[in-house]
Structure formats: C-alpha cells, structure tokens
C-alpha cells in the first residue's frame, strides 16, 4: 500500500522524475528496451518481444570491452590504467549488448544510465538503444576465453569481429552473457 501511495506522490509531485522499476514495462519514455539484469533471460525475451529483429534471438548479454580485472589488479593500481585506458574498438561503445540469432551478431549500444541500485533495495533495470553499433555474419564472431573466472566475478578474453582487429572483452558471470560466449566460442 505504502509503495503505491510512494508512486502516486513521484508521479504528482515530480512527473518524469524519479526511477520507474515497473519490470514489466517494455519501453522507457526515450524508447529505449528496460532490461532487468537479475531475470535469468531477460535480454533474450525482452529482445525478442521488442520487435527490432527479423529473426529470433536465440542470446544476448552485456560485453565490455578492455581486460578484466583481477583483485590483485584493483589492489596495486593497475586497474586504474585499464579504466583510463580509451575504448579499443572506435567502432563499439565501452560496454555493449550482444545479440545472437541464427545467422547475425548484432551490437547494441546501451544507455550510461540504469535504474534501482543493486544494494538490496531493488534489482538494476539496464537500457537498450534501438540503434545498432555493428552488426555482422554469425560465423564471422569470435570469443577466445582467457579461462580466468577472477573473483569480481568477471570472465575475459578477446572478440574478433570481422573487419575490425581483435580486443579484450570481459563480462559478468550471469547466464546470459555465458550463454553468448559459449555460442560464439569455437
């Protein structure tokens, strides 16, 4: 009940104002894809009921690009380097959606901003922009895996996208995005 009047109140006092965590909304007002990142699928379903593809998605997740960190790396300082160091791919955005259908991968860029927190208070609803930032022939995608799993949590490699040269990756370890890497892993 508290929370419906909490609505009300935003909605009156502060209209466009405030974080809307409706996960069921499909579309954020700038018509950008709402994707909550603790739905096991998520990206996939979204993607598909978004309308924005001929074929069907069959995985998509969240690829970053530059080298992950280890903690030893956060410890000493080095991190730091790899955060100040410029996006290896002009062509891609630091960090990027993934999209995998039959015959395409598709690059999606994704908003700088997400709504709710992941300090307990609610789950975090990333952004998906219509617009691709690549998109190329499923056989022509690569991930090579480093095999490092750190204890951030993240996983690193490198992705080679046809026509661009190769450079390190690395992403979460939530099902999604493993679900892309094992599929464009050969």
């Known amino acids: ?6 609505e009300v109140a935003i909605d ?10 409706n996960y069921d909304r499909l579309f ?16 996939r379903e979204r993607l598909n009921a978004s309308g924005w593809f001929d074929e069907e998605v069959v995985a998509a ?3 970053s690009q530059g080298k992950a960190m280890s903690l030893f790396s956060m410890f ?7 955060l100040a160091r410029a996006r290896r791919s002009k062509a891609l955005p630091r ?11 598709i690059a ?13 208070g609610s789950d975090v609803v990333v952004k998906v922009k219509r617009e691709q930032a690549g998109a ?8 090579e895996p480093d095999g490092r799993k750190l204890s951030s949590g993240q996983h690193g490699g490198t992705i080679d996208l046809a026509g661009l040269e190769q450079f390190p990756v690395n992403w979460a370890t939530d099902s999604d995005t493993e679900e892309v890497v094992e599929l464009l892993t050969r």
């Open 12 to 21: 009156v006092f502060a209209p466009g104002g405030g974080p809307d965590l």
């Open 136 to 143: 190329w022939s499923r056989g022509w995608v690569r991930i």
């Open 95 to 105: 960090e990027f959606c993934l999209a995998v259908t039959d015959s395409k991968v």
């Open 1 to 6: 009940m508290w929370s419906d009047v909490a």
């Open 61 to 63: 997740g969240v690829v």
């Open 28 to 43: 954020d007002k700038k018509d950008q894809l709402r994707v909550p990142l603790a739905i096991s699928g998520a990206f």
């Open 108 to 120: 999606l860029a994704m908003s700088a901003w997400s709504e709710g927190s992941d300090d307990g």
């Open 76 to 82: 000493t300082g080095t991190a730091l380097i790899e």
